[in-house]
């Protein structure tokens, strides 16, 4: 047998027809609905005529729009309550379990669908959201859709889809004290660039990754689309398997051995031959910031601010420009040296339970800058209810953060959650493109830890120093 | 979906890199639940700036084509980044690269996007910097500027038949596949049962919070 790659395992197993010119008919097991790309999906189907042909291989449930301050606030009105109450309408139209905004199982798409055991090794997953890649953490194939491919999943349970190239991204030295997974997907996407895995799809391998939890994975799963990439799967081994076993909806007694058994061949064989390698040594890494408007304008927290005029190409030139006026950032400033006037740790990227435990070991026995206002988001009900267990809400809370209820919040500002014209704000979320966090907004990217100690000092600040 | 055949007009030039699909379609808008008339929304940031903005500016107002840079399209899965510029009138997007599920996308709406490199695509650019009225003629893969030059562009075959007839995908897998895809089925449930999860239990794990919520 020829050696294959684990995506080109799970790929093959999932190919229902040969279109010809490389096209596949491929098979999704699993798919995530949210309130915001489903609209348009459903009332596609409605339109003409269709039925949902597999109501079990969907979960449906309100992320983006939803506020994160609950508790007593009404959420009654107002277009995102329409969006969340169009969703629960169509989820029962066509038979779809809705996990309500109020429910212990509620929580951000790329949160839930592991830890409910919806996402499992050596499926096709898919959801209305780019970065559906999380999942390939648990070595499946998982990827963003637009709505129109939502209202194919929903009548035809497959995608018209072209096999991608491969690559494997080798990560290799381990993570020095300080320095997260986060910082490893920022370094690597300032590296390839943000058209650097466009048309790949990657799998990270290597001792760095072996070493990685899964929240880790996931972090490091979830950022693939910021390196160009849909698609990004790790391996799945003892500790992907220890994870998912007892989840609510994971395969179990008889039909977890089977899924077991099922799932040891998913690895790339030894011989495998990817369509590209890099190779990343993680051990002498620092911090990294993310400074512009684009993921890879992203840089070590040692560093500074580049200049423009330095760039060799015109094109190069104008758009630096353009990014650190946005940004409002002169050349040569040292990250360091950048005040902050928000923070926010949340969003799919970095809002589990290892996250808010990394944050609020900075955050234990501090205050936050009064010249900062700062947001924890747990990324679910689940992640906030095992938080508070341990008592992390107390450490956020009387350092000075807000504690909210779990939802996309600031990353998308889709709901409440925003940053007002010009405010600068030290985020764990995933995407610094202009008025991503709120029109005019400016967002540094960067780790739960880095994040923390930006909100005590009120300026980016290398968490090393704090630790 | 409205065929594709060939498209005639000036090409707007946007001659930047990496336009993500934040830029070309604000979040806040995705509140919207409906896909008409999201045109007024488009660059909105950009239309509403101090410079004015390409698309808003004749002869480019009634631009069919859009001529940029790198990496259009970056960034999000939302099919609204495709729905505004084709309510704006644009039906053929020309860039060096794009983001992925953004070029996907595409292809569902009636919108063609073309992948050019190298003197090709500085040709184009000063085309649409000159304002000449350029063709795109998707059968015959080419543009046609009015110099007289002719620059061919690959298109996957299936997406291009797709395009010039104008089809309803999803009524095409299942008329084409709907077979295959119940043999595929069959095939996974008698193979690996542990994949289904069983309506019921997804339900009542639905309902099981309902209560203590």
């Known amino acids: ?467 | 979906m409205e065929k594709f055949t060939t498209v005639k007009s000036v090409a707007a030039p946007l001659l930047e890199n990496a336009i993500d699909t934040d830029v070309i379609f604000p979040a806040r808008f995705l509140l919207l639940l409906d896909r008409e008339g999201l045109g007024r929304y488009a660059f909105s940031e950009r239309r509403n700036g101090p410079e004015p903005f390409v698309l808003d500016t004749p002869p480019y107002d009634t631009a069919k084509i859009l001529v940029t840079g790198e990496n259009f399209g970056t960034g999000s899965s939302r099919e609204q980044a495709v729905w505004t510029i084709a309510d704006l009138g644009i039906r053929c997007v020309i860039a060096r690269s794009f983001g992925e599920i953004f070029f996907a996308n595409c292809f569902k709406n009636g919108v063609l996007p073309v992948r050019l490199g190298g003197d090709d695509m500085a040709a184009v650019e000063r085309a649409a910097e000159a304002a000449e009225e350029i063709t795109i003629d998707l059968e015959a893969q080419s543009i046609r500027l009015s110099s007289g030059r002719e620059i061919r562009f690959d298109i996957e075959p299936n997406l291009k038949r797709l395009l010039l007839l104008g089809l309803d995908e999803v009524g095409m897998i299942l008329a084409e596949d709907g077979d295959a895809i119940k043999a595929f089925e069959a095939r996974r449930k008698a193979d690996q049962p542990w994949m289904s999860i069983g309506i019921e239990k997804l339900h009542a794990l639905a309902e099981e919070q309902d209560k203590n919520g």
């Open chain 1, 1 to 467: 047998m020829v050696a294959q790659t684990l995506y080109d395992k799970i790929w093959d197993s999932h190919v229902v027809a040969d279109r010809g010119n490389g096209e596949h008919l491929i098979y999704v097991d699993r798919h995530l609905v949210q309130e915001v790309s489903s609209p348009q999906a459903f009332a596609a189907l409605d339109q003409d005529g269709r039925k949902v042909r597999c109501p079990e291989a969907h979960i449906a449930v309100a992320d983006h729009a939803v506020p994160t301050l609950r508790g007593d606030r009404p959420f009654a009105e107002g277009l995102a309550f329409s969006q969340v109450e169009r969703l629960k309408e169509n989820a029962a139209k066509h038979g779809i379990a809705y996990m309500p905004m109020d429910g212990e199982r509620h929580g951000i798409v790329h949160v839930i669908g592991p830890e409910l055991g919806f996402t499992l090794p050596g499926v096709v997953l898919v959801c209305g959201d780019s970065h559906t890649c999380t999942h390939g953490a648990f070595g499946c194939i998982a990827f963003g859709i637009g709505a129109s491919e939502c209202t194919s999943i929903f009548a035809t349970q497959t995608l018209r889809q072209r096999k991608q190239k491969t690559m494997r991204v080798n990560l290799e030295g381990g993570l020095p004290d300080g320095v997260t997974v986060k910082d490893v997907i920022l370094a690597l996407i300032a590296e390839i660039g943000t058209g650097g895995g466009v048309g790949y799809a990657l799998e990270y391998a290597g001792s760095t990754v072996r070493e990685l939890s899964m929240a880790a994975r996931m972090t490091l799963c979830n950022m693939s689309i910021e390196a160009g990439s849909r698609v990004g799967v790790v391996a799945p081994d003892e500790k992907t398997f220890a994870y998912l076993e007892g989840r609510p909806l994971a395969p179990s007694g008889d039909a977890w051995k089977q899924a077991m058994a099922a799932w040891s061949d998913l690895h790339s064989d030894a011989d495998a031959v990817f369509d590209r390698e890099v190779t990343f040594n993680t051990a002498d890494l620092a911090p990294q910031v993310s400074w512009g408007t684009t993921p890879e304008h992203t840089c070590a927290v040692t560093g500074q601010v580049p200049d423009p005029e330095r760039e060799a190409d015109q094109n190069s030139k104008s758009r630096l420009r353009k990014s650190l006026a946005y940004m409002g950032l002169e050349p040569g400033t040292a990250i360091r040296d950048i005040p902050v006037d928000r923070v926010f740790v949340g969003s799919c990227t970095n809002g589990r339970l290892e996250d808010l435990r990394a944050a609020a070991q900075v955050l234990s026995g501090r205050k936050v800058a009064d010249s900062v206002k700062a947001i924890a988001v747990p990324g679910s009900a689940a992640v906030k209810i095992a938080a508070e267990r341990e008592g992390l809400h107390e450490i956020f809370l009387s350092a000075g953060f807000e504690w909210r209820d779990a939802g996309c919040s600031m990353c998308v500002a889709m709901n409440d959650d925003r940053l007002a014209e010009g405010e600068r704000c030290a985020s764990t979320s995933n995407r610094n493109f202009e008025g991503r966090q709120g029109k005019g907004g400016r967002t540094h990217l960067m780790s739960p830890p880095m994040a923390a100690a930006a909100a005590v000092t009120g300026k980016i600040t290398d968490v090393r120093e704090l630790l």
